[in-house]
């Protein structure tokens, strides 16, 4: 059983930055995706960003390219996601996914993710 656990979140003006972690003990696959989703009461759970743990550059949402940037920390076996000059419309609840067993680089571009953390909420307000 993979646990997931994110920190991070909070509320901040537009403009500022957070970071987000996600915590994955014993989750070392070498061959899995992991991504950020986020969910928004109303509309579409949207991937934010991913990466393929076997290699490779992260993958980002066009709404967010640029301003956010995905990293994979192996010492602390932790996703980490960097988040600069938010904008209101980067407010919702972040997940973080994982996804192993059989998967190359191309199913981390999809939705269908195995794991599931249990979300951290982000607030960007004047």
């Known amino acids: 059983q993979v646990r997931l656990e994110e920190s991070g979140g909070g509320s901040v003006q537009p403009g500022g930055s957070l970071r987000l972690s996600c915590a994955a003990p014993g989750f070392t696959d070498r061959s899995a995706c992991m991504a950020w989703f986020r969910q928004v009461p109303g509309q579409e759970r949207e991937r934010v960003a991913s990466?393929?743990?076997?290699?490779?550059?992260?993958a980002y949402a066009a709404s967010v390219k640029g301003r956010f940037t995905l990293s994979r920390d192996y010492a602390r076996n932790t996703l980490d996601l960097q988040m600069n000059n938010l904008e209101p419309g980067d407010s919702g609840i972040y997940y973080c996914?994982?996804?192993?067993?059989?998967?190359?680089?191309?199913?981390?571009?999809?939705?269908?993710?195995?794991?599931w953390g249990q979300g951290t909420q982000v607030t960007v307000s004047v």
């Open positions: 990466i393929y743990t076997g290699g490779g550059s992260p």
């Open positions: 996914a994982a996804r192993s067993g059989w998967v190359n680089v191309a199913h981390c571009s999809t939705d269908a993710y195995t794991y």
